[in-house]
T-cell receptor
Framework: DGGITQSPKYLFRKEGQNVTLSCEQN?????MYWYRQDPGQGLRLIYY???????QKGDIAEGYSVSREKKESFPLTVTSAQKNPTAFYLC?????????????FGEGSWLTVV | AQTVTQSQPEMSVQEAETVTLSCTYD???????LFWYKQPPSRQMILVIR??????QNATENRFSVNFQKAAKSFSLKISDSQLGDTAMYFC??????????????FGPGTRLSVLP
């Protein structure tokens, strides 16, 4: 079945460590996104990529990094520079960036700093 | 900057009843897109309904319909014949013209809906 796969679903990180969240899609979508979700808040955009080898910062990119070496993959690294990384992270994709396209979401990854 | 407000953090409804979730937004634009997303306990976000501001007719999708009041900047979601599977967080979202999912796509804080048997 086509969809977006995020892994791991739960991840614990020690302070000072970098961690990488995986996102793979087999929908043949060009555009991919990473969102962060905190309790009582809507989604906030971290990074997005319109095409392979290109990505743009979203609203809260500080402390995060991404790569887009393959169309189907868009991993997110949470670096030690991210001051408050404990959150729920959602990956998404769409055929294109425009509102006429439907954006599809993965099932998310929980990151907890211990 | 555009903002989206959902004034009801939590709501509950009896199974088979009708419930309305409210959403207001702030913009100076005349054309834009509005969305309702559902996030069930599985946490996967799912598009419920989409409305383009220049369209007068309210969007519907099976048991889900919206009441779009452009002058009041209001975009409420009505769920008819509520089912247990409707239990979820519901997010209202806004996109300005010329914007896209990477820019100017703003979510509200969400409303947690519980459907009671």
């Amino acid at each position: 079945d086509g969809g977006i796969t995020q892994s791991p679903k739960y991840l614990f990180r020690k302070e000072g460590q970098n961690v990488t969240l995986s996102c793979e899609q087999n929908l043949n979508h060009d555009a991919m996104y990473w969102y962060r979700q905190d309790p009582g808040q809507g989604l906030r955009l971290i990074y997005y990529s319109q095409i392979v080898n290109d990505f743009q910062k979203g609203d809260i990119a500080e402390g995060y990094s991404v790569s887009r070496e393959k169309k189907e993959s868009f991993p997110l690294t949470v670096t030690s520079a991210q001051k408050n990384p404990t959150a729920f992270y959602l990956c998404a994709s769409s055929v294109g960036l425009g509102a006429g396209n439907t954006i599809y979401f993965g099932e998310g990854s929980w990151l907890t700093v211990v | 900057a555009q903002t989206v407000t959902q004034s009801q953090p939590e709501m509950s409804v009896q199974e088979a009843e009708t419930v309305t979730l409210s959403c207001t937004y702030d913009t100076s634009e005349s054309n834009y897109y509005l969305f309702w997303y559902k996030q069930p306990p599985s946490r996967q976000m799912i598009l419920v309904i989409r409305q383009e501001a220049y369209k007068q007719q309210n969007a519907t999708e099976n048991r889900f319909s919206v009441n779009f009041q452009k002058a009041a900047k209001s975009f409420s979601l009505k769920i008819s014949d509520s089912q247990l599977g409707d239990t979820a967080m519901y997010f209202c979202a806004f996109m300005k013209p010329g914007g896209n999912y990477g820019q100017n796509f703003v979510f509200g804080p969400g409303t947690r809906l519980s459907v009671l048997p």
